[in-house]
């Protein structure tokens, strides 16, 4: 069975720093991977490699059967990837619903092929919200959300372009534990509706409680892959944490 | 026809002069956008303010204008913080600084040139020293003082600021300060500082290259604005920030419009420089060293 | 929408009543340049303030429609030389062409460049666009400078006819053309706000990368708002000839044009179609009172203070000062 995503020896430098060496990974439909390392191990340079907010120089990424090289990021969107930033970035000037409806007007509306009704795109945006915990904030802008808020903002308007692979950023630092809880909850029902998550995250207890499947970064190069209680208890691994 | 090959040899000398003089003239540039990312379009103003500064006390006080500018360039440097101050406060901390930030420097380009305008008057302004009028001549190859003397004034400054750059703390901080705030924070340096002192120290190289300006030419409030092409076309060509690449940037666009308005005239030059700044921006924005 | 629209037509056609009762020539002359403006200011602020890309060359777009008419006008006059004879009595059918028609070609030709240039820089950030339409001005002044076809440095005249049939001078003519540009200028703004393209426009001032993300083609919407707002300035400056009668490059080059054009979209407000309106009839107004009562220079160095001051204090100009306001009046 080919796989959802098919990152392949995908290499990316900047200037002589290597921030990527020869990843690849393969990511399969309805599968929840757990993508974890150091801090700047390159994490998130993958993942813009893959959703097209930066060009791969080597290698190939390949999603839902279409070569991705080459596609700018808004057309790798309506392909179905999706992504949350890992420092939110809302639009500052619009309301938190209008947030969410950008990716509507310009994902979900190009992509059914009929466009969307005003009243269809308000009833979507206040159903995110609400699955968020954020509805009673829809008219407000960002500047008068909490930290916490804003990643979850962040995460709802991922999840508005309606994606069939979901990658969030570090969507839980800073949260509380019952915050963190929900979230879990949010992307596991996400998971069972058929959409593909990739998970990046330092914190262990959800990343080991929500992954199928667990990848370890170090330094640009993928050094494990395969099931978390295996990953965790390889010795590089291990060593890539705590050292020597 | 019989090729004329010294007016061809004289026009590269004093392009290669000019190009000396005008890599004086980006350095500032060089700092401020290429490496503060400040888009200062403002610049030419600075140096045109440093021009009519040198012209006021060569007039009334028989001062040679480099001299008076080597002089004041501590005030300079204090009026270049200054600004930086108020950008950073009103743009770069409310995050507005694309928009906002150039209509601002866009505006005070604007009000020094009418206010030169209303104090100085339209007509052309020049100084008067020892060096302004004799050349050196070698064969067929003319040197004119008035272009020879800014040139290697120029030259001297520009190694000066690389060796500033390359030696000192301070200038390894602010090259530092393009490529990555936040470690420069963790070193016990506060960024906000150092680009308010590299700031100010591109508003002094600025008003230094304008005392070179009024000895190679005439100036007059709006000879500001045939800068602005010239300074960005060099800089973006030279690679934004590497010394090295404005220089030979520099040195190239001097040489194309010295050629150019010897053979087909002068009214062509502007052309010249923002047709190449269109055309790398175009082509290859990374500049000719590339990054 | 169509209601908006009605109300403006409704309003354009009260004003140039109203200016008609007294039928001082002058107010139409003052009028002319106040209106030319608001569609000056009303372009600039689609490509900046709704998409946030600095447009430092208005003068650029504003000269080469009013450049387009002066070829056009100069290749009426040429018929005959430039002309094969069989074809000669067609085109002095249709020459000299009808304002409107010159109005037409001023946009696409405007439009043109616009896009041309957009193609070209609109991949880098935006501060290098904002450079390269600096640099656009002063390439196509020389161009236009050492053209001949066009007057080259001396100018061209473009002569006015005295009378427009119907309407009496032909200054209120021009007048009701350039009132009419308005309101389409306007219409337009107003619409690109409620529409799904605003908030594509919105999103890319806002966060260019997570609009990317999110799924907006942002390339192609800056071609389609700096298209746009080229093609308008290239409206406003098809009729200039005919206003002023001789054309010359500084005039129609001149700084006033870049400088008013962002300082009055900022000064009103650059989030509604309502910003650029206010601020181009106060600075305006301001601008025709201080050249007639002090001098041109003084008010040209009025409206750089009053842009640096507006940026600074009040970054989002006289609209945002409002809503400031009533957004604060909202939450308590």
């Known amino acids: 069975m080919t796989a959802l995503l098919s990152v392949q020896n995908v290499g990316k430098r900047f200037g002589g720093f290597v921030a990527l060496d020869d ?35 080597r290698g190939s990424v390949h999603f839902d059967g279409h070569a991705m090289n080459g596609l700018a990021a808004h057309e790798r969107t309506h392909r179905g990837l999706s992504r949350s930033f890992q420092l939110p970035r809302p639009f500052p000037s619009l309301t938190l619903a209008d947030n969410l409806c950008i990716p509507m007007l310009y994902t979900v509306h190009k992509r059914t092929g009929t466009p969307l009704h005003a009243d269809d795109i308000g009833a979507r945006c206040g159903e995110l919200l609400r699955m968020v915990g954020l509805d009673n904030k829809a008219k407000h802008l960002p500047r008068d959300l909490t930290q916490v808020e804003m990643r979850k903002l962040e995460l709802a308007r991922a999840m508005a372009a309606e994606p069939k692979l979901l990658i969030a950023d570090e969507a839980m630092a800073g949260l509380s534990h019952s915050e963190i809880e929900d979230i879990l909850a949010l992307l596991l029902r996400l998971n069972e509706s058929g959409i593909t998550v990739i998970m990046i995250e330092h914190i262990m207890t959800a990343v080991m409680s929500f992954s199928q499947r667990l990848a370890v970064l170090v330094s640009g190069k993928k050094i494990a892959d395969g099931k978390p209680e295996d990953v965790v208890r390889n010795p590089d691994v291990v060593k890539a944490y705590l050292g020597e | 026809m019989d090729f004329p090959f010294d007016l061809l040899i004289n026009a590269i000398i004093a392009g290669l002069l000019l190009g000396g003089f005008y890599a004086a003239v980006t350095a500032g540039i060089s700092i401020s956008f ?90 052309y302004r020049y100084v008067q020293t020892s060096y302004i009028g004799p050349s050196l001549h070698y064969g067929i190859v003319d040197l004119p003082l008035r272009m ?65 300006l009024i000895i190679i030419q005439p100036v007059e409030p709006s000879v500001g604005r045939e800068y602005i092409g010239r300074v960005f076309a060099i800089c973006v060509l030279g690679g934004m920030g590497s010394m090295p690449g404005t220089l030979i940037a520099a040195m190239l666009l001097g040489v194309v419009e010295s050629i150019t308005a010897t053979f087909y005239g002068p009214s062509w030059a502007p052309a010249v420089s923002f047709g190449f700044l269109l055309l790398t921006l175009a082509f290859r924005p990374s500049g000719l060293l590339g990054r | ?139 196509l002044a ?109 005039s129609a080059f001149g700084l006033e044009y870049a400088v008013n054009s962002i300082a009055m979209p900022l000064i009103g407000g650059t989030t509604s179609w309502i910003g650029p309106v206010i601020g181009t009839i106060l600075l305006g107004t301001l601008q025709q009172v201080t050249t ?17 001051a507006f940026v600074i204090i009040a970054p989002n100009g006289i609209v945002g000062l409002v809503q400031d306001r009533l957004h604060a009046r909202r939450r308590k």
């Not at chain 3, 569609?39 to 080469?64: D, K, P, R």
């Not at chain 3, 007639?292 to 640096?308: K, M, P, Q, R, Y």
């Open chain 1, 23 to 57: 990843i690849s990974l393969d990511v399969q439909a309805g599968e929840r991977l757990g993508l974890i390392g150091p801090n700047g191990s390159g994490k998130s340079t993958l993942v813009n490699c893959i959703c097209g907010t930066l060009q791969n120089e």
């Open chain 2, 34 to 123: 290429g490496m503060l990312d400040i888009v200062n379009i403002a610049h030419p103003a600075f140096i045109i303010l440093g021009s009519y500064i040198a012209y006021f006390f060569n007039i009334n006080y028989h001062v040679d204008p480099i001299l008076t500018c080597l002089l004041l360039s501590p005030v300079f440097y204090l009026f270049g913080t200054g600004i930086y101050q108020v950008y950073y406060l009103s743009f770069e901390k409310r995050g507005q600084q694309s928009l906002r930030g150039l209509a601002f420097f866009f505006g005070v380009l604007f009000v020094t040139e009418v206010l030169l305008l209303l104090v100085f008057g339209v007509d």
């Open chain 3, 292 to 308: 007639v009562t002090i001098s041109s220079a003084v008010n040209v160095l009025l409206v750089g203070v009053l842009l640096i």
């Open chain 2, 148 to 212: 020879l003397i800014p040139c290697a004034g120029s030259l001297l400054l520009f190694a000066g600021l690389q060796l500033f750059i390359g030696r000192t703390f301070t200038g390894r901080a602010v090259l530092a300060v393009s490529q990555d705030q936040l470690a420069l924070r963790l070193m016990a340096a506060d960024p906000i500082r150092i680009k308010r002192i590299a700031f100010g120290i591109s508003i002094a190289v600025a008003a230094m290259a304008g005392a070179f």
């Open chain 3, 1 to 139: 929408m169509p209601l908006f629209t009605g109300i403006a037509i409704v309003v354009a056609l009260a004003i140039f009543a109203v200016l008609r009762v007294p039928n001082i020539e002058y107010l139409f002359v003052a009028g002319y340049t106040i209106v030319q403006y608001i569609v000056l200011a009303t372009a600039w602020n689609i490509l900046g303030g709704y998409c946030g890309y600095v447009n430092f060359g208005s003068a650029a777009f504003f000269a080469l429609g009013a450049y387009s008419t002066v070829a056009l006008a100069t290749f009426g006059n040429q018929i005959d030389d430039l002309v094969p004879e069989s074809m000669a009595p067609f085109f002095h059918l249709i020459f000299p062409l009808p304002i409107p028609i010159l109005i037409v070609f001023g946009g696409i030709v405007s439009g043109i460049v616009g896009f041309g240039t957009g193609y070209l820089t609109l991949r880098l950030r935006g501060a290098f666009f904002a450079i390269a339409t600096l640099a656009l001005s002063v390439v």
């Open chain 3, 142 to 250: 020389t161009l236009v400078v050492n053209w001949d076809f066009v007057g080259g440095s001396g100018g061209a005249y473009v002569v006015r006819p005295g009378e427009f049939p119907g309407l009496g001078s032909y200054m209120q003519y021009l007048f009701l053309l350039m009132l009419g540009l308005a309101v389409f200028s306007v219409v337009i703004a107003r619409w690109i706000e409620r529409s799904r393209l605003g908030f594509g426009f919105a999103a890319i001032r806002d966060d260019e990368l997570a609009a990317e993300a999110s799924g907006v083609p942002t390339l192609r919407l800056k071609l389609i708002a700096t298209t746009l707002s080229g093609a308008l300035m290239g409206m406003a400056g098809a009729p200039f000839p005919y206003y002023i009668g001789y054309l010359a490059p500084a």
